[in-house]
């Protein structure tokens, strides 16, 4: 997916806020998560994010998301935050709970 954080995401240095980045990490490996289960929700258990290098306001990125293992009660799903060029500027793994379906 791509995305261009706004001037509202900011923190006082000028690049992204690490919460911001935080967020579009769990929603983007969450989105690469949910065609494979089959209850509406899977819940993050935990959440890994390096910050390798500023993302920051005005640019537009690349936000990747790859489902490393599904199980059937654990998921794991990496992501990666690229400039225009390619480069990484932030990766994130984010382990969830896969509900049992009712």
Do not use: C
Not at 58 to 69: E, H, I, W
Not at 89 to 99: D, E, N
């Amino acid at each position: 997916m791509s995305w261009k954080p706004t001037p509202d995401m900011a923190n006082p240095f000028g690049s992204v806020h690490g919460g911001i980045i935080a967020t579009v990490i769990d929603e983007s490996t969450g989105a690469a998560l949910m065609p494979l289960i089959e209850t509406p929700s899977a819940p993050t258990v935990t959440l890994n994010v390096e910050y390798l290098h500023p993302v920051t306001v005005g640019g537009t990125y690349t936000v990747l998301s790859d489902v490393v293992r599904r199980g059937r009660a654990m998921a794991i799903v990496d992501a990666r935050i690229l400039d225009e060029e390619g480069k990484i500027l932030v990766r994130g793994t984010s382990y969830f709970q896969i509900p049992r379906p009712k």
